[in-house]
């Protein structure tokens, strides 16, 4: 593959069927793991893209739980986590959240994730890469900050860590903060880019935007090919599609004879 890039599908509930599971795993030269797949003992699962925020600060129990995937996952090249909320403790609607909580300053969610990052840091030593993803941000409070590029890029800068790019919640958050796609891709750190996740996003009956998850369309795809002829440190592309398994299969079929 061009650039040694690599397919990496993530561990999902379609792994259920041994059939699929079979033909996903023989398209992918890799697996991401998930934490409700910490357990599995799938082969090549050089990804973990776990639920914890660097922004928020760790407990003894979350860093040992992170002890606990270095452990388990033998192959692991490439850690990642979230930018989620500003609420230490937001509440979940329909996949979004609201205020609830205490409120992190700027000030405070980059000094969490300093010394988080330090931890991990010295837990999974200089072999296994880290990464933080960018969120969608939705119409309320518990976004705010966490999704600006230039808070994005400064927790990645200041950290010397890399940066997972999610194309659907970079839409998302441009949509709903009405800013131009474009112009909001050229202030993250793209430059540290090591990492896609690619599917598409959805729209509701009241015509809101949604992270749905969706198969990529031609736009995604082409989108994903720019990427890789730009950045040679783009190491992994992950499509987040766990709908149907026949579409799953075609479609990393195609994506495979594409790169």
Excluded: W
Excluded at 3 to 12: D, H
Excluded at 19 to 38: K, T, V, Y
Excluded at 109 to 124: D, H, L, P, V
Excluded at 160 to 168: A, P, R, T, V, W
């Amino acid at each position: 593959m061009e650039n040694n890039l690599k397919i990496a599908s993530p561990i999902s509930h379609l792994f259920e069927n041994d059939n699929f599971s079979s033909q996903i795993m023989d398209l992918s030269d890799c697996l991401e793991c998930r934490d409700h797949s910490l357990d599995k003992g799938f082969k090549k699962q050089e990804l973990f893209h776990c639920d914890l925020q660097v922004i928020h600060k760790f407990s003894t129990d979350d860093f040992n739980y992170l002890k606990e995937i270095k452990s388990n996952k033998k192959d692991l090249k490439l850690i990642s986590f979230h930018l989620a909320s500003c609420y230490e403790n937001p509440l979940i609607k329909k996949g979004i959240f609201h205020p609830q909580g205490i409120k992190l300053s700027i000030k405070e969610m980059k000094n969490n994730a300093t010394e988080n990052i330090k931890q991990i840091k010295n837990i999974f030593g200089n072999k296994i890469h880290v990464s933080v993803e960018n969120n969608n941000a939705y119409k309320t409070e518990a976004y705010d900050y966490v999704t600006d590029p230039y808070f994005i890029r400064s927790i990645v800068n200041d950290n010397d860590i890399n940066f997972l790019f999610d194309i659907s919640h970079a839409k998302i958050t441009a949509i709903n903060t009405s800013v131009d796609y474009d112009l909001y891709l050229s202030k993250l750190p793209l430059n540290r880019i090591n990492q896609i996740h690619i599917s598409k996003e959805g729209f509701n009956s009241t015509g809101e935007v949604f992270d749905a998850h969706e198969l990529p369309s031609y736009t995604e795809t082409k989108e994903i090919l720019e990427f890789i002829k730009k950045y040679n440190t783009l190491k992994y592309i992950t499509v987040e599609y766990y709908k149907d398994p026949l579409k799953l299969v075609d479609y990393l079929t195609k994506l495979k004879n594409i790169i």
